[in-house]
Structure formats: C-alpha cells, structure tokens
C-alpha cells in the first residue's frame, strides 16, 4: 500500500527551503532549481506544488509571516501569561517590536528576505499583480489597537495620537531593523533606540518626564 503524502507539510519543507538558501545567496538570485536541492526533491516535485517561482516566492512569504507571529507569541509569553490578558500593553508593543528586530539567524533571514520581497514586489511584475501581504495593515492595526487600550487605561502621555504613534514606530522598527543588518548599530543599542521611542509614547519615563 503506498504511503500516503501530507501535501500541507511537503509543501512547507520546500518553502523552508527556499527561505534557507534565500537566506544564504540572496532572494533574488534563487531559482526553483536551487530550491529543490537544498529541499532534496526533484525540480518536478516543486514545480507540482507551486508551479512558478512566484507562486513560490508568496507562500515563501506567508511563512515567514507565520513564523513571525510565533516569534511575538513567543515573547508575550515570556513577557506575561501567554494569552495577553496578563501582558499590558506596553510589554505587548514591545515584545511586537522587539520581534521585528534581527537579533539572531532566524530574525535576521526574516527581516532580509521580507525586505527583499517588498522589493521584488515593486519590481516584478508577476509579484507586483498580487498582494505582497494578504492584509498590509494588519500590523498597523494590531499595533493601533494596543495603544488605544493604553490611551483608556492613561498609560499614554496627553495627546498622543494611538494611529500616528503606531505609524511612527512600526516604520521607525523597520528602519532600526535594517541598521543592524548592515552593521550599522548592535543589538543593545538598537534595543536603547527602541525603548528611547517607548518611553516618549507610555507614560512613567523619567526620559520624557524631564524632557517636559
């Protein structure tokens, strides 16, 4: 009796390839050749499942996705209870931020290869006919979000704006992100940065306290 194939699974090895040699030699510069290969299946096996390289490059792309989400779970629960009802709302943005940063290998190929897909994305024109993300404010969202629940618990400092904050520090992560990939600033200081900006949104900071 022939053994029976997990489609979903296979298909997540070969896009975990593509992320590994991405990672190594650069998105631009993989074809579904070298994919295969470093899978260690046949070029036809991948062709099967995703037919193009772009169709390739997207379900790349939503895996890494994924993989950032268990990233910030991974730190909400290190931050409180793991269900975020026991994380405030400052330990949340945070953990959130913080996972964007690349701090290690696997953050490190994250923040490159979805750079490189925002890229690819406004440049071929394959990928330019699809979404780059399935929903693009979802982080901004999310993020907003955080912050109004801050506003009503008078976490924020006065005025402070729960959509133009989150706007401010979701383009001022990705920026500190793409210093410390080209070496341009260590972690320590990028998370100093980091929480610099916190301090002047939350209120409690000796930081923007005497800045007042």
């Given at each position: ?5 997990d489609h979903t699974q296979r298909r997540t ?131 907003t979000g955080l912050l109004r629940r801050a ?62």
């Amino acid at each position: 009796m022939p053994r029976r194939v997990d489609h979903t699974q296979r298909r997540t090895e070969i896009a975990e390839a593509l992320v590994r040699v991405a990672g190594r030699q650069g998105l631009h510069a993989v074809g579904m050749r070298d994919v295969a290969a470093e899978a260690g299946v046949s070029l036809r096996l991948v062709q099967y499942y995703f037919e193009t390289k772009e169709k390739l490059l997207l379900f790349g792309l939503e895996l890494l996705a994924e993989r950032f989400g268990e990233r910030v779970a991974d730190r909400l629960r290190a931050a409180g209870d793991g269900t975020g009802t026991g994380t405030g709302p400052r330990a949340t943005v945070e953990a959130l931020l913080m996972a964007a940063l690349p701090t290690d290998e696997e953050s490190r190929t994250f923040h490159q290869l979805y750079t490189s897909y925002a890229v690819l994305s406004m440049t071929d024109p394959s990928l330019a006919a699809q979404p780059f993300i399935r929903r693009p404010d979802a982080a901004e969202d999310a993020l907003t979000g955080l912050l109004r629940r801050a506003r009503d618990e008078d976490l924020l400092w006065p005025g402070a704006d729960p959509r133009m904050e989150a706007i401010g520090l979701l383009a001022m992560s990705a920026g500190l992100g793409t210093s410390v990939l080209v070496g341009q600033r260590g972690q320590e200081a990028a998370t100093e940065v980091l929480e610099h900006h916190l301090n002047r949104v939350f209120q409690g900071s000796a930081d923007r306290a005497g800045s007042r």
